[in-house]
């Protein structure tokens, strides 16, 4: 009786610790159950045996190895390390399973403005991604996400030097085109200005840790954000030191980002009281028939604050305002009042008692029906 109750425990300690049907963190590099193992020390050939399980010095090489259309998750156990790499993930059901979120990094450090490869032509915000992901059911465990362009060097050189970066734009993750059904644990996803962009399908993040100070969680995809720390970087302003989100959701999406209990802090004690703003209102420029170029009207932002701690760095106000062009190229804005932004049950010493034009809070109805099942679409991600 001793040896089952034993064997039992063992049983539930194991299981309780399975991610994506996988074992994770600190366990063996030589266990069957990841597909192929990804060292930044291996010396070997690409996808020669070590200890019996695939090993490739680089996450590209892996990912290029991976099967085209796997129905099940393939599994990438990343040892630790400086993954130094611009990494597409284009297959779907990958799986990356960092060994320690801390010191396990993948990382680049081009911003939209940089040029490619000495040529005229810049990245872009999008295309600066250090990690993306194209393709559906994606996951990852126990990383970090940077994006390495050096934002405060850029920004602190002076607007008649050449060498500064107009658009320092320099996204760490990026979720576009075919991304669906992402689930994102205990991760990091660091970076300054539009650190995290999920442009497309659903993402569930948990136990994350995002930094940036300037729009850095935006897009047009749907994210729940489950106990999160969301980190404002200090830029030593006394009175504006960022925007946390900028969301473009569609209209026809009821939700866009959605986060629950989660931590809105800033990275240092010493940043200015009321001084960044808890989102504003994204519409991005869009090409329409005839080849009009205008700010995009169905990308209605849609974020949601929900039983969150705010930080005194949280501004009163709650939202800006955020500018586009119409199609003779005027300067238009858009308002806080006419997007879909809200909050509810907010805590700390960022949050308000009375809701306002600009800070609108979520009646008790909408907060009942706003589940991960409703912003997910359907989709569970505990499954």
Not at 40 to 46: A, Y
Not at 97 to 102: A, I, T, V, W
Not at 355 to 368: E, G, N, Y
Request: glycine share 8%; proline share 3%; charged share 20%.
């Amino acid at each position: 009786m001793e040896k089952t109750l034993i064997t039992s425990l063992l049983v539930v300690l194991t299981t309780s610790f399975v991610f994506a049907g996988y074992t994770p963190n600190k366990i063996s590099s030589t266990t069957s159950k990841y597909n192929v193992i990804v060292d930044s020390n291996f010396t070997g050939t690409n996808g020669s045996n070590e200890d019996g399980t695939p090993t490739y010095k680089t996450l590209t090489a892996a990912v290029d190895e991976a099967p085209k259309s796997s129905t099940k998750k393939y599994v990438i156990y990343i040892k630790d390390g400086t993954y130094y790499e611009k990494v597409i993930i284009d297959k779907p059901n990958i799986s990356l399973l960092g060994e320690d979120m801390n010191k396990t990094k993948l990382t680049y450090d081009v911003a939209s403005g940089t040029k490619k490869n000495g040529t005229t032509t810049t990245y872009g915000t999008s295309d600066s991604a250090s990690v993306s992901v194209i393709a559906p059911n994606f996951s990852a465990k126990n990383l970090t996400f940077e994006n390495g362009f050096d934002y405060p060097k850029n920004k602190s050189k002076a607007n008649t030097d050449t060498t500064k970066l107009k658009d320092p734009q320099a996204v760490a993750l990026k979720f576009d085109k075919e991304s669906d059904k992402a689930y994102i644990n205990d991760c990091k996803i660091t970076g300054y200005q539009d650190t995290l962009l999920s442009n497309a399908g659903t993402q569930y993040y948990s136990n994350c840790t995002i930094t940036g100070c300037i729009d850095f969680i935006f897009g047009a995809g749907q994210g729940f954000f489950k106990n999160c720390d969301i980190v404002s970087i200090d830029m030593n302003s006394p009175s504006l030191n960022g925007y946390i989100t900028a969301a473009s959701t569609n209209i026809k999406n009821k939700y866009g980002f959605v986060f629950y209990k989660c931590n809105i802090k800033a990275e240092s004690k010493e940043i200015a009281k009321d001084s960044v703003f808890l989102g504003r209102p994204w519409h991005p420029t869009t090409t329409f028939a005839g080849g009009i170029k205008k700010a995009n009207p169905d990308a209605i932002g849609s974020v949601i604050y929900l039983d969150c701690n705010l930080g005194s760095h949280i501004k009163t106000v709650g939202w800006d305002k955020m500018s586009g062009k119409d199609q003779d190229q005027n300067v238009i804005w858009f308002t806080p009042e006419e997007s879909r932004f809200y909050e509810y049950g907010s805590q700390g010493s960022g949050s308000v008692k009375t809701a306002s034009a600009t800070r609108k809070f979520l009646s008790a109805a909408d907060v009942k029906a706003c589940t991960e099942n409703t912003v997910l679409n359907g989709w569970n991600p505990q499954q």
